[in-house]
Every structure is written in structure tokens, then in C-alpha cells.
């Protein structure tokens, strides 16, 4: 038992402080070095834990904890506040809805879906990741964040998944200020190809994002004359999320 509450307890220290180097999780546990070591190449080979991309020296959270807490967060407020108004939205729009959370300051994370009827539709399946700065509810999150956060994201870099990806640290931020004063985020093909999306944040007692509601759809069927209107309602969607869950 002793090690696996040692394992459970090195997962928590890596999701608050990665990317972090197998060197000062031995200053925090003051374990030997081999010790963690072998705790986190068995956490990585079970899929929690895995190497930073551009670090390899430096670990971080795995898919299978972010595939195990949108089931998590199903019982929660938030899912119950969020099931009735996205289905009332999909049903408005027929186009799918998702619900995404941030994990960490790195990414968010789809944990709930309304799918639409359409033949040709967006899918992200539970569970899947996307980066915030390439997406919808990436900037309707980061729009909502202390500016320390965002500082924080620019500092690591902003990777360019097309030629639509906001890469420029002053595009991103005016994107973002847009975004505050007209209460939605628009991505055209900024992440996926094809792939279109408008965002609102669900906003949590203090102010600050809790999650972010959004009309995904194919480039096919995005038109700038839809826009207004799509936006009014899903930020009208958001609104409601916030409301229930806090009422």
C-alpha cells in the first residue's frame, strides 16, 4: 500500500507543477532519485503520466486522466446544470454542442457532447484534448484568466497547427479582448481543418471560467452572416450553465 500511495501522491505533485524533471520531484518527496524514477516509468507505461513533447527530461499529465475525469465531473454540477440547455441549443442550431473544462493551463478538455443529425458533422470524442490558443473555448477560457496566465502560455510558446493558428502573442491577446467584449470565441480552421466552432464561458461564482459551451461545425456550413446569431446563442447557453449551477 505504501507504494501505491506514493504513486497517487507523485501523480498530484506532477499535475500541479508540470512539466516537471524526474530531479525536483526527489527534492519535494526527498526520495532517491531511482525511486522516482521507477514510480514514474510505471505511472507512464499504465498511460497516467507521460513526457513532455518538447522535454523529454520533464514529466506530465497522461490520457488516461484526462479520459477518467470527464467521467468524474458527469455527477457533478456542472454536467447536470449544463445536459438541458446544450440539448435545447442543439436542437436550435442542429449543429453538435461540447462542453469543455481547462486542464492545467495547457489544454481543454471535451467531457460532454450533444451531437446533431447531419450526415457530415464535427465529432471529438470524450476525453479529447485540444490546445486553448487554437480554439473556441481555448480563448472563451483565456479571455476569462488573469493576465498572469496568459503571460504564462505566451512564454511557452504558441505552437501553429495551420495557417489560421494565432501564433503572435499581440493577435492572441487582442482576439482576447474581442472576445470579453462581444462574449464569444470564433475558430475557423485554427486548430483542425475544417472544423469551425463558436464558444462561451461558464463562469464560476468569483468570475473566473469554469468551462466553455460550444456550436461545433464544418467549415461547410459556417457563413459570416450566421455568426451574430450563433454567438448571441451560445452565450445566452453559457449564461443559463452559469446561472444553474450557481442557483
Known amino acids: 500500500m505504501k507504494s501505491v500511495t506514493r504513486s497517487l501522491r507523485m501523480l498530484e505533485a506532477v499535475s500541479q507543477h508540470q512539466p516537471v524533471t524526474v530531479g525536483e520531484l526527489t527534492k519535494l518527496f526527498g526520495l532517491p532519485k531511482s525511486t522516482v524514477q521507477r514510480t514514474l516509468v510505471t ?3 499504465a498511460g497516467w503520466l507521460r513526457a513532455n513533447r518538447k522535454d523529454t527530461t520533464r514529466w506530465e499529465i497522461g490520457a488516461r486522466v484526462l479520459a477518467v475525469r470527464p ?23 442542429n449543429e453538435t454542442i461540447h462542453l469543455c473544462v481547462p486542464d492545467a493551463p495547457q489544454c481543454m478538455v471535451v467531457v460532454d457532447r450533444v451531437d446533431c443529425d447531419h450526415a457530415v458533422r464535427t465529432h471529438h470524442a470524450i476525453g479529447d484534448t485540444s490546445p486553448l490558443h487554437a ?19 505566451v512564454t511557452r510558446g504558441l505552437e501553429s497547427y495551420s495557417d489560421s493558428t494565432p501564433t503572435d502573442p499581440a493577435e492572441l491577446r487582442t482576439e482576447l479582448q474581442r472576445v470579453r467584449t462581444d462574449g464569444y470565441a470564433v ?10 466552432a463558436i464558444a462561451a464561458p461558464v463562469l464560476d461564482g468569483d468570475g473566473s471560467p469554469l468551462a466553455a459551451v460550444a456550436v461545433s461545425l464544418p467549415d461547410s456550413r459556417f457563413t459570416q452572416d450566421r455568426l451574430p446569431e ?6 445566452d447557453t453559457a449564461a443559463e450553465i452559469t ?5
Do not use: F, W
Not at 71 to 85: C, D, K, T, V
Not at 243 to 247: E, I, S, T, V
Open 135 to 153: 480554439t473556441a473555448t481555448g480563448h472563451a477560457v483565456l479571455a476569462y484568466l488573469p493576465k498572469a496566465d496568459i503571460d504564462e502560455l
Open 43 to 45: 505511472l507512464a507505461e
Open 71 to 93: 467521467a468524474a465531473l458527469q455527477g457533478s454540477s456542472l454536467y447536470a446544470a449544463a445536459r438541458e440547455p446544450m440539448v435545447r441549443l442543439r436542437d436550435t442550431v
Open 187 to 196: 475558430n475557423r480552421n485554427q486548430y483542425l481543418p475544417g472544423v469551425c
Open 243 to 247: 446561472a444553474r449551477r450557481l442557483g
Open 230 to 235: 450563433l454567438g448571441r446563442l451560445v452565450a
